[in-house]
């Protein structure tokens, strides 16, 4: 019989990346800042579009575009 690794364990590791990604996020929601998805830039939650690619920000605003 060999070591076994429990399937919860395996999981862990695979979802670390994108647990850090969201806890992130959450933080800068919190300070009134996000992320644009296209250009990776961190402006406020509050403007309607990038300020550098012009992209929406859906986040906040879903039904504008």
Do not use: F
Request: hydrophobic content about 25%; some cysteine.
């Amino acid at each position: 019989m060999g070591w076994k690794e429990k399937d919860w364990k395996k999981n862990q590791n695979n979802k670390n990346g994108d647990n850090r990604r969201q806890i992130e996020e959450e933080m800068l929601k919190i300070q009134g800042l996000i992320v644009c998805p296209k250009c990776d830039l961190t402006y406020s939650l509050y403007q309607q579009r990038c300020p550098h690619c012009d992209a929406p920000n859906k986040s906040h605003y879903p039904a504008k575009i």
